[in-house]
């Protein structure tokens, strides 16, 4: 898998956090040009024990750090509900997943479910099938490696949210409102 890797400017992996079903994707950068490198599920819901189930997403996200050797981390933020007991558990899936990627010195950039939607779709408040089908024409996915399962697909929208985020030309501390300002704050960009 290592030599393959390599083909890749940048890997970035996306997380969904999740209690019963946690959602990863891997998403390769070559040039400007993002391809889906792999995605897929821990299933925790026959986990009984919930330290258990934090322990195994722990083990899982460590083993996904080193098998793609991700450069970044793109994690979906729990989104904030009425059921407090729910948001504590997931905040916990979050930060063990967090954990693992920071033990391998993965940085890690958080994105509002709204956002990763937006930045998919166009619309925050689209469905998970929507941003399913989007990432699919996007990614050119084809249809029989759809997981059914769209926790999946939800992660590696985090990551192509990240790409998109990342990729964005920054703007300079400089915002001038003239040339003759721009000029007088840049000397050294100007001959």
């Known amino acids: ?82 059921n407090v007991q729910s948001m504590l558990k997931l905040g916990r899936a979050q930060g063990v997943a967090m954990a693992a990627a920071l033990s391998r010195d993965v940085p890690i950039v958080e994105y509002e479910p709204r956002k990763i939607k937006m930045a998919i779709t166009g619309n925050g408040a689209a469905s998970k099938e929507q941003v399913c089908e989007m990432l699919r024409r996007i990614l050119t996915i084809p249809s029989e490696s759809i997981l059914p399962q769209l926790d999946a697909t939800d992660a590696l929208g985090a990551a192509l949210c990240h790409f998109y985020e990342s990729s964005r030309p920054q703007p300079s501390g400089s915002s001038a409102k003239s040339w003759k300002e721009f000029i007088a704050r840049n000397p050294d960009k100007v001959k």
């Open 1 to 82: 898998m290592s030599g393959q890797l390599k083909e890749w400017d940048r890997i970035i992996i996306g997380i969904d956090p999740g209690t019963n079903v946690m959602g990863y994707g891997i998403l390769g950068v070559k040039g400007k040009r993002p391809s889906m490198i792999a995605m897929g599920v821990i299933q925790l819901s026959k986990i009984g024990d919930h330290y258990m189930r934090l322990r195994r997403i722990y083990e899982r996200v460590q083993g996904l750090v080193e098998q793609y050797l991700p450069d970044e981390m793109a994690i979906e933020a729990p989104f904030f509900g009425k």
